[in-house]
């Protein structure tokens, strides 16, 4: 890995580059095209990282050289009762896992992953949780996510908009 990337907790300044990156992964992971990318979606992002960041419902390890953030992962934490199992209920759900095309293959998605569990550890988390593209699934089990033991369902909704 190059010894010009730093890594860190990103803050308020680094919305609007936080911004750009989630609409690239969006754009990869989803298969829109750069004409889909609407300002009102581009806000909504911005909200969020500007709501969630200051009140640390979310965070995200950014891996920067100089003052260019060129890759990110974010978790928000969420409760959930504990388990008779052990554990204080607290988990992690990672999201936002994005390197830029010309910086990958160097380890700075693996070390972000480091990072972000070093966090939900510091946090106290019982778990990180995630889904994964199969391009994305080598760089997860190296950092020791292993298959659920339930499988994991997700219902869709889809409400008609408000105008």
């Known amino acids: 890995m190059n010894n010009d990337v730093q890594f860190r907790i990103a803050n308020l300044n680094d919305v609007?580059?936080?911004v750009e990156l989630r609409i690239l992964m969006q754009l990869e992971v989803n298969g829109f095209s750069k004409d889909q990318v609407t300002d009102e979606y581009k806000n909504q992002v911005k909200e969020y990282f500007l709501k969630t960041i200051p009140n640390k419902n979310y965070f995200s390890i950014v891996a920067e050289v100089k003052t260019k953030i060129i890759g990110t992962a974010g978790v928000c934490f969420y409760?959930?009762?504990p388990s008779i199992s052990g554990g204080t209920g607290l988990v992690?759900?990672?999201t936002n896992v994005y390197t830029n095309v010309d910086c990958r293959g160097k380890g700075i998605g693996t070390q972000m992953m480091f990072e972000l569990n070093k966090l939900a550890t510091?946090?106290?988390a019982?778990?990180?949780?995630?889904g994964t593209t199969e391009a994305g699934l080598s760089i997860y089990k190296a950092v020791g996510f292993k298959e659920p033991r339930f499988v994991n369902l997700e219902m869709k909704f889809n409400y008609p908009e408000v105008k």
């Open 126 to 130: 019982d778990k990180l949780h995630l």
């Open 122 to 124: 510091t946090n106290k």
């Open 16 to 18: 609007d580059q936080l």
């Open 79 to 81: 409760e959930k009762p």
């Open 92 to 94: 992690g759900y990672v």
